[in-house]
């Protein structure tokens, strides 16, 4: 069968068979879908054989790139032991060594944070981030912080605390605990009626303060905000969980700097735990390891998952402290035990491509050498800022949301009729880039690895597309 007949075979039974994620599938059937059928480096091949940069590092989990030599091999010498075996009861290599990794990359935040200046070392053991609880996604990894927050208390006989307190514009995972935490209306409004009670703290949203404020005369007003809600219910609420930095998927919203400091004292001062989501900002994406580095933040969970395997296999982890761990500790019969667990928890080949990711972190200086990236893209999209359609660019590290806008002096959006952010993405589709939008904010989160000429190539298609789309 030669390429274009196999093409259309494909794309005749993709539009049979297949529902698309996060796709109104009636506007999919029109369209002509890339099939795409290789990846090397920043890039993606279509079946065609066209090359396309990968602006979105494949839905914000590429690290190192595609074809990585040292996680391909590490995945090869994986399949030749095992390629699976449960964590129910039976332990293996890969998931023992990548906890070890993941605890001393998830203490250094506890060297940096606040907590080490107590002078008690029980205490700081006790508030140590040190066991690892795997899963296989995002959404699981929230749901299992959620369920051993709330199952912490109840434990301690603290039976009051039944409900979580949230932030606007939040996105935790899909699944319907990580959805009663989450935001976003368009995505969660429908689903009102199955969520559990949860309070909702403003968004530190500077470019569209739902209080009014300005920033930085607000003095973070926000926080303020979030205070009189802790104040008033802290004997309910069991945590707070929040994306620390940036709010992904509410469309790239960075928080002002030392808005999550506040948000940790606050914690502490009403005996709420802290839940940082950095299932997208961990592992490099931000600029540091992980995003609650920037703010010398050290949380009661985090959750992580995205770019944990360097973008290739489906894997998350939720860290706890010494804490929290301790209170589920007794005999069998007591019913402490944390009864949950899925499938693939901790799968074999997905842990090694994890250790693999980690150790090209350190042999390659990832972190290090993308400090200059990050200062190029800054560059390039100082221009792109000054378009008549762009209302604001956010960025922090690599993770970047450019928002556009109808009226630029009175922020008016883009209706949803409009679809201007898909307009952008399919123009630059056209110019060779891949790039998928949030409503009217513009994603660009490439993968750490893309090299500087490649970066230039992403901005100037990103802003010809912006360009084209909105000026004609
Ligand atoms: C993507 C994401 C999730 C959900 O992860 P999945 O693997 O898609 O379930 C949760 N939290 C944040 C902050 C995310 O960006």
Same mark, same amino acid.
């Given at each position: 069968?030669? =390429?274009?007949?196999?093409?259309?075979?494909?794309?005749?039974?993709?539009?049979?068979?297949?529902?698309?994620?996060?796709?109104?599938?009636?506007?999919?059937?029109?369209?002509? $879908?890339?099939?795409?059928?290789?990846?090397?480096?920043?890039?993606?091949? !279509?079946?065609?054989?066209?090359?396309?940069?990968?602006?979105?590092?494949?839905?914000?989990?590429?690290?190192?790139?595609?074809?990585?030599?040292?996680?391909? !091999?590490?995945?090869? /010498?994986?399949?030749?032991?095992?390629?699976? @075996?449960?964590?129910?009861?039976?332990?293996? $290599?890969?998931?023992?060594?990548?906890?070890?990794?993941?605890?001393?990359?998830?203490?250094?935040?506890?060297?940096?944070?606040?907590?080490? #200046?107590?002078?008690?070392?029980?205490?700081?053991?006790?508030?140590?981030?040190?066991?690892?609880?795997?899963?296989?996604?995002?959404?699981?990894?929230?749901?299992?912080?959620?369920?051993?927050?709330? %199952?912490?208390?109840?434990?301690? +006989?603290?039976?009051?605390? &039944?409900?979580?307190?949230?932030?606007?514009?939040? *996105?935790?995972?899909?699944?319907?605990?990580?959805? @009663?935490?989450?935001?976003?209306?368009?995505?969660? #409004?429908?689903?009102?009626?199955?969520?559990?009670?949860? *309070?909702?703290?403003?968004?530190?949203?500077?470019?569209?303060?739902?209080?009014?404020?300005?920033? $930085?005369?607000?003095?973070?007003?926000?926080?303020?905000?979030?205070?009189?809600?802790?104040?008033?219910?802290?004997?309910?609420?069991?945590?707070?969980?929040?994306?620390? =930095?940036?709010?992904?998927?509410? +469309?790239?919203?960075?928080?002002? $700097?030392?808005?999550?400091?506040?948000?940790?004292?606050?914690?502490?001062?009403?005996? =709420?735990?802290?839940?940082?989501?950095?299932?997208?900002?961990?592992?490099?994406?931000?600029?540091?390891?992980?995003?609650?580095?920037?703010? &010398?933040?050290?949380?009661?969970?985090?959750?992580?998952?995205? +770019?944990?395997?360097?973008g290739y296999l489906p894997l998350a982890?939720?860290?706890?402290? /010494?804490?929290?761990?301790?209170?589920?500790?007794?005999?069998?019969? !007591?019913? #402490?035990?944390?009864?949950?667990?899925?499938?693939?928890?901790?799968?074999?080949?997905?842990?090694?491509?994890?250790?693999?990711?980690l150790e090209i972190f350190k042999k390659?200086?990832?972190?290090? &050498?993308?400090?200059?990236?990050? /200062?190029?893209?800054?560059?390039?999209?100082?221009?792109?800022?000054?378009?008549?359609?762009?209302?604001?660019?956010?960025?922090?590290?690599?993770?970047?949301?450019? /928002?556009?806008?109808? !009226?630029?002096?009175?922020?008016?959006?883009?209706?949803?009729?409009?679809?201007?952010?898909?307009?952008?993405? *399919?123009?630059?589709?056209? &110019? +060779?880039?891949?790039?998928?939008?949030?409503?009217?904010?513009?994603?660009?989160?490439?993968?750490?690895?893309?090299?500087? %000429?490649?970066?230039?190539?992403?901005?100037?298609?990103?802003?010809?597309?912006?360009?084209?789309?909105?000026?004609?």
């Open positions: 069968m030669g =390429i274009q007949s196999l093409k259309k075979q494909l794309e005749r039974q993709d539009k049979k068979y297949l529902w698309h994620p996060f796709t109104q599938m009636r506007e999919w059937a029109e369209e002509t $879908p890339i099939i795409i059928t290789e990846g090397h480096g920043s890039f993606l091949k !279509d079946i065609s054989g066209r090359w396309y940069l990968d602006g979105v590092s494949s839905v914000w989990v590429t690290v190192h790139g595609h074809r990585k030599k040292e996680i391909d !091999d590490a995945i090869k /010498e994986q399949i030749d032991k095992i390629s699976h @075996s449960t964590l129910l009861g039976l332990t293996h $290599p890969p998931a023992i060594k990548l906890a070890e990794k993941l605890i001393k990359l998830a203490q250094k935040l506890e060297v940096r944070s606040e907590k080490l #200046k107590t002078p008690n070392s029980k205490l700081q053991t006790l508030n140590s981030l040190n066991k690892v609880f795997y899963s296989d996604n995002g959404s699981t990894a929230v749901e299992i912080a959620l369920k051993m927050a709330f %199952q912490y208390w109840q434990h301690r +006989g603290i039976k009051s605390k &039944k409900s979580f307190l949230s932030l606007n514009n939040a *996105y935790h995972g899909d699944t319907i605990g990580a959805v @009663s935490v989450g935001g976003i209306n368009i995505f969660h #409004k429908i689903f009102s009626p199955l969520l559990f009670k949860t *309070y909702k703290a403003p968004s530190p949203y500077c470019y569209r303060c739902e209080l009014g404020k300005k920033y $930085p005369s607000c003095n973070m007003f926000c926080l303020n905000a979030m205070g009189k809600i802790m104040q008033k219910h802290h004997k309910e609420i069991v945590g707070l969980i929040i994306e620390p =930095i940036v709010q992904g998927a509410g +469309g790239m919203i960075v928080s002002p $700097p030392g808005y999550l400091k506040g948000v940790r004292k606050l914690c502490s001062k009403y005996n =709420i735990l802290m839940i940082a989501d950095e299932v997208a900002t961990g592992f490099g994406r931000t600029g540091k390891m992980f995003a609650c580095e920037h703010e &010398k933040v050290s949380p009661d969970i985090l959750c992580l998952a995205k +770019g944990i395997t360097g982890a939720t860290i706890t402290t /010494e804490r929290i761990y301790n209170v589920f500790l007794g005999r069998y019969r !007591d019913l #402490k035990t944390f009864f949950h667990g899925h499938t693939y928890t901790g799968n074999q080949l997905a842990c090694a491509a994890a250790i693999a990711n390659e200086n990832t972190l290090k &050498k993308l400090q200059k990236k990050i /200062e190029f893209l800054k560059k390039g999209l100082s221009k792109t800022a000054e378009f008549s359609h762009v209302g604001d660019v956010r960025q922090k590290g690599f993770m970047i949301g450019i /928002e556009l806008v109808k !009226d630029k002096k009175t922020k008016e959006s883009y209706s949803l009729k409009e679809k201007m952010g898909w307009k952008v993405c *399919y123009k630059a589709r056209e &110019k +060779g880039l891949i790039i998928r939008p949030l409503g009217n904010v513009i994603v660009l989160m490439p993968p750490l690895s893309i090299s500087q %000429q490649e970066l230039r190539r992403l901005i100037q298609i990103t802003a010809e597309a912006i360009r084209e789309a909105t000026e004609h």
